[in-house]
């Protein structure tokens, strides 16, 4: 009884809680399919559409946000990478100044500095409010006729028919035999450094410059003639270099004019009038054209002694006063010679003195035979004998001057006709006091009517600071010395003088010297080498040396055409041409050894006549007389008249 009425109880109560769900404000009147879907919805409330659209429109924004903030580093990386550059050059590191009196220094398309060591980097100076060029820029990008002697504090350009001279801190200075005098100083030191006003070089030089501040430049044209130039379309920058990203220079205006030096990926590389030198875009240009940029200077002119006849001169080595008694039997056997140059000078001390071993008879009877005298001036065999005695020489402007004054006057007291300078211990060291020297030198051959004519190695990169384009400006004749290919400090052997040296030797000297002044000289010696292997413990102690690159020990002999010949027959070995080196050569093996010859004979000699006759040289000369065999001057005669 009692457990049946308590479970209508339970199931009574359970109606009423369902009833009173039913009457509940907002209460379900539906009556759930699952009990426990129902109750499990009433622990986690269903979100409005109201909120729903919230959460997407909150989401969308945050995706945007993200989205812009993607695009907004990526266009910041893409401008940093391929956006232009508003940041400026430091000038004055770009110009090398370092002190606020430098003077930056531009010559046509180049910023030039101090050549020497000095211990910052403008090629010049502001002094009493006036331009100024240091000495080693003047000379090597101005106007190398300047001269600066340190040792005795005096500068000197020379004019063809004296030098102009200027002492340190005046404002006179000497033309030729005139005083004259300038408004300022012309010449300033500080230390062993020159600087010289730019007005006075102005007066002596084809150029023309303009002065510009902020900083201190001065902006110097000295090449004339085509040039390429462009009107600038827009406002633009001038850069440092080709992307802007580079550093600004400048700024140049519409309308304005800047020469075009050269064309990189879209960008031209251009100067400005007032001394900048950068890049450009090339689509900020336009009307790119050639111009002609001309000059009114009068440049001095230098006249010169020329022969109306082919040049055929042989050296005489003549070694001692005895020598000079036997000229007739020397020339007897010649056939048109016009010159005999006898080595009579040398240089006896470093005080410029001079050894001579001149000879007035010998020069009368010269005369005779129509012979004209160049008489030899060397740096060698004689009091002194190294470059360093050559430089000690021609460094002092008194020791040149002492030097060439001795020189002329036993020209004149002998009655010789010419000078022929062999100076070969030159250094580069010295190349530009050599250079004052033969300007010097011509200065007074020219003003006595002698013949000045220079010998030279063959161009080579190494020796091109003897500067034949120089020298044959001022002298008469330039002499290449067509041999010495191989000598003997050679580490092989090889001929003296092969047809491909010779030519090239000529080639490279007419880019240099006009055809008229250009004589080529031949050898009439040849060597006789004589090679043997070296050791391996030879080879060992060599490594590392440029003698280690050759197997063989070599040593040569200097032979005369006749004695060559000889020295092939006493040996009975065949002779064959050589088409390359167009000689004929033999080899043999004797002594332990191999030895090699290639001759110089009347074939070989004929290769070389042939090249001076096809580029029209002024003629040819022939180391030495008395070394040829009897039938080459039938063969020179062919060539030379």
């Not at 902006?219 to 009107?231: C, D, K, P, R």
């Not at 000889?566 to 004797?590: L, R």
Request: with cysteine.
């Amino acid at each position: 009884m009692d457990e049946r009425r308590e479970k209508i109880m339970d199931s009574r109560g359970t109606g009423e809680r369902l009833q009173n769900a039913r009457r509940r404000p907002g209460g379900n009147t539906k009556r759930p399919r699952n009990t426990r879907t129902e109750v499990r919805r009433a622990g986690k409330p269903r979100m409005s559409s109201r909120a729903r659209r919230r959460k997407r429109n909150m989401i969308i924004r945050t995706l945007l946000l993200i989205l812009l903030i993607i695009v907004a580093v990526g266009g910041f990386i893409i401008w940093k990478k391929y956006g232009s550059s508003n940041e400026k050059a430091d000038l004055e590191q770009y110009y090398e100044i370092t002190r606020a009196d430098d003077l930056a220094v531009i010559v046509n398309n180049q910023i030039v500095g101090k050549a020497d060591d000095g211990a910052y980097g403008a090629g010049g100076r502001i002094i009493d409010g006036r331009p100024y060029i240091e000495y080693s820029v003047l000379h090597q990008f101005i106007n190398k006729r300047f001269y600066w002697d340190s040792n005795e504090n005096v500068l000197l350009y020379t004019l063809p028919n004296g030098s102009v001279s200027v002492s340190v801190g005046s404002s006179e200075y000497t033309e030729i035999n005139e005083k004259k005098s300038e408004d300022y100083v012309i010449l300033k030191t500080e230390g062993k450094t020159a600087y010289v006003a730019l007005d006075f070089v102005q007066k002596y030089t084809d150029m023309e410059y303009g002065e510009y501040q902020e900083p201190n430049r001065v902006m110097i044209i000295s090449e004339f003639g085509q040039t390429t130039v462009a009107t600038v379309k827009r406002d633009t920058e001038v850069r440092y270099q080709g992307g802007v990203k580079s550093l600004i220079l400048t700024e140049i205006k519409k309308s304005d004019e800047v020469t075009v030096l050269g064309d990189e990926d879209g960008w031209k590389k251009v100067r400005t009038s007032d001394g900048f030198i950068g890049y450009v875009k090339t689509n900020t240009l336009k009307d790119i054209r050639s111009e002609i940029i001309s000059s009114d200077f009068e440049k001095p002119v230098y006249s010169n002694i020329s022969k109306n006849y082919t040049i055929n001169m042989a050296w005489h080595n003549v070694d001692n006063e005895t020598a000079n008694g036997y000229l007739l039997e020397t020339v007897a056997s010649t056939k048109g010679l016009t010159t005999i140059a006898p080595t009579w000078f040398h240089i006896a001390d470093t005080n410029g003195n001079l050894a001579s071993i001149a000879d007035s008879t010998y020069v009368n009877y010269a005369h005779q035979l129509n012979l004209e005298v160049w008489a030899v001036l060397r740096d060698f065999h004689g009091g002194i004998n190294s470059s360093d005695e050559t430089y000690e020489v021609l460094s002092y402007t008194s020791k040149r001057t002492n030097l060439i004054n001795q020189v002329i006057a036993e020209a004149l007291q002998n009655g010789i006709d010419g000078i022929n300078l062999d100076f070969e211990l030159i250094s580069a060291e010295c190349a530009e006091h050599y250079l004052q020297f033969v300007r010097e030198l011509s200065v007074k051959c020219r003003q006595n009517g002698i013949v000045l004519s220079i010998d030279n190695y063959v161009p080579m990169p190494y020796n091109q600071f003897y500067d034949l384009e120089e020298q044959a400006a001022v002298a008469d004749y330039i002499i290449i010395m067509g041999y010495d290919e191989h000598t003997d400090g050679s580490y092989e052997a090889g001929s003296v003088a092969s047809y491909g040296y010779v030519k090239d030797g000529i080639e490279n000297a007419l880019k240099l010297v006009p055809n008229e002044k250009l004589i080529n000289a031949v050898p009439f010696y040849t060597r006789l080498w004589f090679e043997t292997p070296k050791t391996e413990e030879e080879l060992a102690q060599e490594a590392g040396t440029e003698a280690a690159n050759y197997p063989n020990h070599v040593t040569s002999t200097a032979l005369g055409m006749d004695d060559a010949e000889q020295a092939i027959q006493n040996a009975g070995a065949k002779i064959e041409w050589d088409d390359e080196a167009k000689q004929n050569y033999a080899q043999w093996e004797a002594d332990g050894g191999t030895y090699k010859i290639w001759l110089e004979d009347s074939q070989s000699l004929e290769e070389k006549l042939n090249l001076i006759k096809q580029n029209n040289l002024a003629g040819v000369a022939e180391w030495r007389i008395g070394w040829e065999s009897s039938n080459i001057w039938d063969l020179i005669l062919q060539y030379v008249n």
